[in-house]
């Protein structure tokens, strides 16, 4: 598919794109789902990123920062319970150094699980150490690929230096996760088709597609979420345009839309992400309002329901 092949997918209203996803995704990833058990470990946050709650100048959220104790207790009983990756995600807190998070990582890797980590930008020497400790994979989304946008949305950020992550991060040996954001203020359908493009390039092996959800504490706040149905067609066009990565079925799309989750597991989802960290924390960790919450025994009567089930390997993208 090249560009205008996208846009056009993109721009249409036929709904065969869904299931012609789901059939890319049965053939290529079968019909287990891998659930990843997630720990938001910290809220902390350094960056600016106008869409989100943790952005640093937001004063009405209460920081936390989990002590080490907590986030391995964590990732033990989501180990106990079954789950065969973690992932570890936080606002970008300089307070883990790398030096406190290898020791984390390799406390986590001896349980004998898949390891995701979801810290945003690091260094070359950093991404190693967390490589050479034993994380598995890294999640860092694109976010969007026209610059201007991207330079407007994050003050704090440059555009180059997320796209060198990523670079290093393949360069390291991860398996790497990037994804963008559907619906953000000024964006355009061409730059959703550049943003496919984009994980094809690069041959990012997870995609994360996030609608953009409007938080009230942010500049933001005064502007419409993003499309339900366009940020479904962006997850099913790239599972076409990539049939053999991970996709989450991602919590803005449940947050969106009641029966978002199934929607995208049915037009080329194949991975749940539901949270492992406790209440209270879970809901100081507001990146936008009303996060949807993957209780594990509905995601499995949910995935009982239409012929699928979860998957009990580590679920590495098997090419
Ligand atoms: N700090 C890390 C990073 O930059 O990759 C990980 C944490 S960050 C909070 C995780 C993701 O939340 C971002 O990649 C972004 O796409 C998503 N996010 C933040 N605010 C959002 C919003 N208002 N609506 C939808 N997704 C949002």
């Not at 945003?120 to 994979?137: N, P």
């Not at 230096?161 to 619906?183: A, I, M, P, Q, S």
């Not at 991970?246 to 080329?268: D, F, V, Y």
Request: net charge neutral; glycine share 6%.
């Amino acid at each position: 598919m090249n560009k205008k092949d996208i846009l056009d997918i993109l721009k249409s209203p036929d709904k065969s794109l869904f299931k012609e996803a789901d059939k890319v995704r049965e053939e290529h990833v079968g019909n287990g789902v891998h659930l990843r058990g997630l720990i938001e470990f910290s809220n902390i946050c350094k960056m600016n990123c106008l869409y989100c709650g943790l952005q640093s100048s937001n004063k009405n959220v209460e920081r936390y920062r989990l002590a080490k104790d907590e986030i391995l207790s964590i990732a033990k009983s989501g180990v106990e319970a079954g789950y065969k990756t973690i992932v570890m995600q936080s606002g970008e807190d300089s307070y883990f150094s790398a030096k406190v998070l290898c020791e984390i990582i390799s406390e986590i890797k001896s349980l004998d699980v898949a390891l995701t980590l979801s810290l945003g930008e690091r260094t070359y020497d950093e991404y190693k150490a967390f490589k050479d400790a034993g994380a598995d994979r890294y999640l860092i989304r694109i976010e969007t690929t026209d610059e201007k946008l991207y330079k407007k949305m994050h003050p704090f950020a440059d555009f180059e230096n997320r796209k060198r992550c990523l670079r290093d991060l393949k360069k390291v040996g991860f398996e790497t996760g990037t994804g963008c954001l559907v619906g953000l203020p000024g964006q355009t359908v061409e730059s959703l088709a550049d943003d496919i493009l984009f994980f094809k390039d690069i041959d990012a092996d997870m995609i994360g597609i996030g609608p953009f959800i409007s938080h009230p504490d942010t500049p933001l706040a005064s502007e419409p979420n993003g499309d339900f149905n366009l940020a479904l067609k962006v997850m099913a066009l790239t599972r076409l345009i990539l049939p053999d990565i991970n996709i989450p079925a991602t919590t803005a799309m449940e947050t969106l839309k009641e029966n978002g989750r199934l929607l995208a597991l049915q037009s080329g989802a194949n991975v749940v992400m539901p949270n492992l960290t406790d209440f209270e924390h879970k809901k100081l960790y507001s990146i936008y309002p009303n996060k949807a919450s993957a209780d594990r025994n509905e995601v499995e009567v949910m995935l009982k329901r239409i012929g699928r089930y979860v998957a009990n390997d580590f679920g590495f993208r098997k090419h």
